[in-house]
């Protein structure tokens, strides 16, 4: 599904919305912040912190994403001051085995000032709605590392269910799921 109208879900404190170009400098707030990223190793290497011309192109691919797919790892705002605090949204992934079909995984990042809020929970519960209700998905992941217990949290929170551990990245990650009909009618929709 092309997606031909910009993605703009709201929730009660915030503004999930398709990336711009502009978004760059928000998040080079996330993607140069050693603690930030301090979870996204490939590999087992640590994440390489990104220049500003890495994080633009970052951008631009997710807004190729959601031209190409409809969906994309979106940008975040907080619906009262308008602030762009992370992104959140769906991409595709591919575990770590040589038949590893494709699959649709929910993630997120933020500015650590706007950590432990609440706010990847409320982003990734609305990317959730969005993907089974206008994307027709029928399952969503997540995956974070072992022992990433505020993101496993963010995961369960959101509705999902723990269902043990796989290799992703180049690492055997913590995998969460979502199946749509389950978490529709959990979420009382």
Known sequence: MRRMTPTRIETDRLVIRSPSASDARAMEAIFTDPQAVRFLGVNGKPFEL????????????????EQQRGFTRWSVDLKESGETIGDCGLVPVRGDTPDAPEEIEVGYHFVRSHWGHGYATEAAAACLREAFTTHGLGRVIAVCEQGHTASERVMIKAGMKRIGTAPYFGEVLTLCEAIRDEWLRDQGA
């Open 50 to 65: 990104e220049s500003p011309e890495q994080v633009e192109r970052r951008v631009q691919r997710r807004v190729a994403l």
